[in-house]
């Protein structure tokens, strides 16, 4: 029985052919190696992958924009540049229309001020022209999509774990709710950091690369046990030891796992909501059953608790709860209702 599973799960689909991106027109763009020296110097300091992802991204749009307009020396670059740069995010328009956020337009040019901070220290510029650049600052948004516990648990049964790949997915979904860790650390996450007999989950240099150790609830851990034995060696295809593998017997990549989480929303019928979702439903459920705002502040791995109390806004049970029985204007036992009375 398990030689057959093992057969099915093992005839995967090859994976199709990379493809391959066409020349950039900007190649030749001296400004080029000074990205590079840049990142490579964003490394060195110790900062995180997705930083250095996301500097360098940033970065190379900005050095395209730049070439389109024939600024190829760092001298060229004033802070009349930056501001001109700074109002083609602010019209620029996506494919379906919409503009750029003020979240997305700051996390484009953030980057930049670290880069040309950076410029000016080794000597490569004068002066830092990005110094006096004023950011557009992000509205605080509560999170789009609020789930019910409900909800969870419509999100949660979703995979069908008859299938090894639905029992895969469950535990997924199980760790995501139960910890409330991040995308990226869910992704990380290796075999000898889920402690099932304790109860405890490491996440090893999470966001602003901090440790921390997390408790995991007993029906994840019953599910992350099940998946152990019955998947995993299904999966592992080489000596790796990261906790969640994929199809292909390899660590899941953010988006894909991403595409797979809100794969179960819809199934719920839940109109947008993916990883995040459930680390916010963990937050306000937590609260709502009274929870200490700083135990949730610890689990979620916020440095400053202004970040954790965006929760006591969306946990309503509380305030329904205290409206209801505050509030005048409400029904009386043994009261009719408005129209009766009229």
Known sequence: MIARRKQRVLRRKPRPPARVAPADPSAANPLWSDQRAF?????????????????????????????????????????????????????????????????????????????FKWMARERRILYNPATELVLPKPPRQLPKALLSVVQVEAVIHAPDVSTPMGLRNRAILETLYSTAIRRSELTALKLYEVDLDRGTLMVRLGKGRRDRLIPIGERACAWIRRYLEE???????????????????????????????????????????????????????????GADIRFIQVLLGHSELSTTQIYTQVAIGKLKAIHAATHPARLQRGEDSADKAS
């Open 39 to 115: 990142i490579a110097w964003t490394a060195a300091v110790g900062l995180s992958a997705h930083t250095v992802r996301l500097r360098e991204s940033a970065v190379g749009a900005f050095i395209r924009w730049a070439d389109e307009r024939s600024l190829t020396d760092p001298t060229q670059l004033s802070r009349a540049v930056l501001e001109g740069y700074q109002r083609h995010l602010h019209h620029y328009r996506k494919a379906n229309g919409e503009p750029l956020s003020f979240a997305t337009q700051a996390t484009r040019l953030n980057p930049l001020r670290a880069f």
């Open 231 to 289: 998947v995993r060696p299904l999966l592992a295809i080489a000596e790796d030891a990261t906790l969640f593998l994929t199809d292909y017997g390899e660590p899941f990549e953010r988006h894909r796992l991403s595409d797979m989480v809100a794969k179960y929303m819809r199934h719920a019928g839940l109109t947008h909501g993916s990883c995040h979702a459930l680390r916010h439903a963990c937050a306000t459920h937590m609260l709502e059953n």
